[in-house]
């Protein structure tokens, strides 16, 4: 089985600069992965809500890439979806300002696909939601550079992680238009 490569934080960042919204890049990666796991067919309409409709043809294929590695990822249940978060050798408190960015961008994702995340009916999905909503709030500045703070960090990213491939997994089984392979396409 081939993996999808991500465009990493780096070259995502350099793209989106170039585009008039100039949006950080955990939290289109967020937005991204909420608008697949609210509908996975859905079109390149997203791709204007994150570059303001200014974009390079180079711009395009980063995007392009993200969102077609992200949804082989999530389509295929892949333990190995990753967030696309700043390095580790970034400070603990703008890595963890990225993944209150990057939650943030996923709620908003699952928003814009009609996917309530308020006043659901008590599940794992609400649960998980729920937790993504208390992450999305977190006081980044007062993260400290501490080995139990980047323990929780890292335990964080693993939990969010897993939470978005669980909602995913939960709203395709729940979704009674959908036969469940959501990797066939309708033209």
Known sequence: MKQLNLPNYAELNRELSKTSLKLHPSQVH????????????????????VTGGKETTKTHEVLQALYDGTKKQLDE?????????????DELASRAEALTLWCQGFLTGLKLTNIPIIDREQS????????IIEIAKMNYEDV?????????????????RMAAVLIYQDLREQSPNKTGNTSKHLH
């Open 30 to 49: 967020g937005l991204i992965s909420g608008i697949i796991c609210g509908n996975p067919e859905s079109t390149t309409a997203w791709e204007e809500l």
């Open 77 to 89: 249940f892949l333990f190995e979806f990753q967030l696309v978060l700043p390095t580790d050798s």
């Open 124 to 131: 794992e999905t609400t649960e998980a939601i729920n937790d």
């Open 144 to 160: 400290i550079a501490s080995e139990e703070d980047e323990a929780a960090y890292v335990e964080l990213i693993e939990y969010v």
